[in-house]
C-alpha cells in the first residue's frame, strides 16, 4: 500500500523527493491535479501532516500550485527556469561525482569513463 | 493556548511498593497522531487507562478538553484495549448496536462500510473470526467514533504484517481531523511513519516528547533506531 521510507531523513523530505521524481520521469506530467493531502496521505501510509509539510515546500519551490477552489496541480517550470527533471538530474550527477571522489577518480576522468561505459553497452546490446 | 489533554503532577503506583508514575506532567495537541513509545513495563499502558478513567491517579490532575475524567471525557474519548473485553458468543451485528446505544458519536454506517471493505460477515459470532480479524473488528468500533482523543493500546501487536498495513490504513482514514491519537506500541518501525510526534517514556519518566520528523532530522537516524539507541540496556 505505502510508498518507502527510509530511516534518516525527514519524510516530508523523502515525500518531496519522490513527488520530484514522478514528475521528472513523466508520470505526473504539467497541468495535473494532486490528489487531495488525505488521499495521499492514505496512498503513502503516512500522516496527513506530514504530507501537508511536504506539499506546502513544493509549493513554495513552485514545483506545485494551488488554485484556490480546485485544489493543487503539477507546474511546468520552476521559479528561475530550471525544470524539475534538470533538478533531479543534477542530483544524479552530484551523487556520481562525489562517489568517484571518494574512489579516488580524477574529475579529468570522470566524463570518459560515463562514455567509455555508454560505448560498452552499445556494444554488448 | 489550551492542550487537548493536561496531566500535571500525577502520580500513581500499585500497592505501596510498585511506583509507576511519581510526578507525570504531560500536554497534547489536537489534531496530531502521536506514539507512546517504551519497553514493556514503562508506563504506556498505564498512562492510557489513566486516560480513559480506567485507573484514577494518587495525585495531580489530567484534564481533555478541560474536562476532568468522568462520563463528560468518556464520551469524547475512544479506547482501545490491549486486550479484548467483548463477549465472544456475540454476533458482530449485536456489537454494532451495543456501540450504537453506548456512544451517541458512534457512525453505524462508517462500522459497516469498514467491515465491507474487509469482507467481515456481521452476521458471525466473535468467536468463530480469526485473531486477526476479530482485532480488526475492536479497531472498527473504536474508529467508528467520532471522538476528540482515541486511545490505542497496541494496535498492531499480534497480526500479521498485511493485517497491520491495513489497521495503520484505517487509522489514517478515519480518524477524525481534529482528534488526537494517542497510539502505544513498541513495533516502531511499523508505525513511524505515520506519526506527528513521538513520546519515548522509560520507567514512568518521559525522557522525550518531540515532532517525528524533528528528531529524525536532528539525529539522522530512524524513530526506530533512535529507540533501540534511548532504551539500550
Given amino acids: 500500500m505505502s510508498w518507502k521510507f527510509t530511516g534518516e531523513t525527514p519524510i516530508y523530505i523523502q515525500i518531496m523527493d519522490e513527488i520530484k521524481l514522478r514528475i521528472a520521469r513523466g508520470r505526473l506530467k504539467a497541468g495535473d491535479k494532486v490528489p487531495s493531502v488525505r488521499e495521499l496521505a492514505v496512498m503513502a501510509g503516512v500522516n496527513p501532516n506530514t504530507m501537508q509539510k511536504a506539499l506546502s515546500e513544493l509549493e513554495r519551490e513552485g514545483v506545485l500550485y494551488s488554485q484556490r477552489t480546485s485544489g493543487r496541480f503539477v507546474s511546468d517550470k520552476m521559479p528561475g527556469g530550471s525544470d524539475v527533471k534538470n533538478d533531479v538530474g543534477q542530483k544524479y550527477i552530484k551523487t556520481y561525482v562525489d562517489e568517484m571522489r571518494l574512489l579516488g577518480y580524477g574529475d579529468d576522468e570522470l566524463a570518459e569513463l560515463v562514455n567509455r561505459y555508454i560505448e560498452e553497452e552499445r556494444e554488448n546490446e | 493556548m489550551s492542550d487537548l489533554v493536561e496531566i500535571s503532577g500525577v502520580a500513581k503506583h500499585y500497592g505501596t511498593k510498585k511506583v509507576i508514575f511519581n510526578n507525570l506532567n504531560l500536554s ?53 484495549p490491549e486486550r479484548t473485553y467483548f463477549n465472544e458468543s456475540l454476533k458482530v451485528r449485536n456489537l454494532v448496536n451495543m456501540f450504537k446505544d453506548f456512544y451517541a458519536d458512534f457512525d453505524e454506517q462508517r462500522a459497516y462500510d469498514m467491515m465491507n471493505l474487509l469482507n467481515i460477515d456481521a452476521n458471525m459470532t466473535l468467536k468463530k473470526l480469526s485473531k486477526g480479524n476479530k482485532e480488526k473488528v475492536q479497531l472498527i468500533m473504536v474508529m467508528s467514533r467520532r471522538a476528540k482523543l482515541y486511545l490505542l493500546d497496541e494496535p498492531i501487536a499480534g497480526v500479521d504484517p498485511a493485517a497491520r498495513d491495513y489497521i495503520l490504513q484505517t487509522i489514517l482514514t478515519n480518524y477524525e481531523p481534529t482528534a488526537t491519537v494517542l ?41 526506530d533506531e533512535i529507540f533501540r539507541e534511548v532504551f539500550r540496556c
Fill in chain 2, 183 to 223: 497510539l502505544s506500541t513498541h513495533l516502531i518501525y511499523d508505525i513511524e511513519k505515520i506519526l506527528d510526534e513521538v513520546i519515548f517514556i522509560k520507567n514512568g519518566e518521559i525522557v522525550c516528547h518531540k515532532p517525528a520528523d524533528e528528531l529524525r532530522e536532528e539525529r539522522g537516524m530512524s524513530i
Fill in chain 2, 28 to 80: 497534547l495537541e489536537s489534531g496530531k497522531i502521536i506514539g507512546l513509545l517504551g519497553p514493556n513495563g514503562s508506563g504506556k499502558t498505564t498512562l492510557i487507562k489513566l486516560l480513559s478513567g480506567l485507573l484514577s491517579p494518587a495525585s495531580g490532575t489530567i484534564l481533555i478538553d478541560g474536562k476532568s475524567i468522568g462520563p463528560e471525557s468518556k464520551a469524547i474519548v475512544s479506547y482501545l
